[in-house]
């Protein structure tokens, strides 16, 4: 079994490779060629939870399982609020193979994911990026979304205006090519994007429906466990909505849930898995005016096929397996 570290899994797995990586794996998913059981989310005291994704893929026979912790306090400290690992195995024998550091696979391959359903739904004139978040997945959202649309300016809204002013200005640093700007709100965020992408570790809606602008195209990613909510549910009622995957959405998406509970929109209303738009099966954005909206909960056929990547990239550079 190979180890694989999260610079070498950065190494070997580039943006623009994972967007088109992700894109694929996911009509793979949309046309039945995966199985995923649904995420088993474990509290193990306070906020602090274990998630737990196996799957496999029928391509190739590639399955494995992503083993994550998530500790929504870990940024304060530095740290990913996603850390764990995803093992994959060998088809033939079960053996373990690659171990491979799943913060950066979730960080790249959840921002992949945003940008392949931006390059599906957004308009596209769309020049102006608003992130929702501060943290790891903000700073891959930026780059990811940058690669698919002519981005010129980016505006940040965080937790306090003091937490937006210093990731802005680390932003900055990192893509000069690009204007930030520190948002004074949320709702100011919203108003004054083409593109928006909400990042955050909340726990309650923070994005009612009616801040978000006709035209805008709108990736949610927060909130992955069906107790945690990031953006209204009316807001998926007034969108052309797409999921990552149907099961999870109806399942863990308190958002769709809610809504749907309370009569706001019907299942029909969500328009399909996004890998059904990826394989032209069902039509997307039809104007300009139109909002749309991609809920992602992440599903780990995403994970898979990332790390199986990875793993067959560092063994090409000549990676050694280890003895358990």
């Known amino acids: 079994m190979i180890v694989i570290s999260a610079e070498h899994v950065q190494q070997h797995l580039p943006m623009a490779q994972a967007i088109d990586l992700v894109t694929a794996t996911m009509i793979d998913v949309a046309e039945g060629r995966a199985i995923l059981p649904l ?10 939870r274990i998630g737990i994704m196996p799957g496999a893929l029928s391509a190739g026979g590639l399955y494995g399982v992503k083993i994550l912790s998530l500790f929504p306090g870990n940024p304060a400290k530095g740290l990913s609020s996603h850390i764990g690992a995803v093992v994959l195995f060998d ?13 950066m696979i979730t960080a790249i391959r959840t921002s992949a994911a945003s940008a392949a359903a931006t390059r599906a ?19 891959f959202h930026i780059e990811a979304i940058a690669q698919v649309r002519p981005i010129a300016e980016v505006h940040i809204a965080g937790r ?20 930030f700007h520190a948002a004074p709100s949320i709702q100011e965020a919203a108003l004054r994007a083409d593109i928006l992408c909400t990042v955050t570790s909340a726990t309650e809606s923070i994005l009612p429906a009616d801040w978000v602008q006709p035209g805008t195209h709108v990736n949610a990613v927060g909130a992955s466990v069906p107790f945690w909510q990031e953006i209204d549910s009316a807001l998926i009622a007034r969108a052309v909505t797409f999921v990552d995957y149907m099961p999870s959405a109806l399942a863990q998406a308190k958002d769709v849930i809610d809504g749907l509970a309370k009569g706001l929109f019907d299942q029909a209303h969500l328009r399909g898995e996004i890998g059904t738009l990826f394989a032209g099966q069902v039509v997307g954005r039809s104007s300009d005016g139109e909002i749309t909206l991609y809920r992602s909960l ?20 000549g990676a050694q397996d280890q003895q358990l």
Do not use: W, Y
């Open 39 to 48: 995420r088993n989310v474990i509290e193990i005291g306070g906020d602090n």
């Open 91 to 103: 088809p033939e024998t079960g053996a373990p193979t690659a171990m491979v550091n799943a913060d």
């Open 121 to 139: 739904l957004a308009r596209a004139d769309a020049t102006r990026l608003s992130v929702i978040g501060t943290s790891e997945q903000a700073e």
């Open 160 to 179: 306090s205006h003091a937490k937006a002013e210093g990731f802005a200005a680390r932003m900055a640093e990192r893509f000069p090519a690009l204007t």
């Open 298 to 317: 992440g599903v780990a056929a995403q994970d898979l096929a990332c790390a199986d990547h990875v793993q067959k990239a560092a063994r090409a550079a």
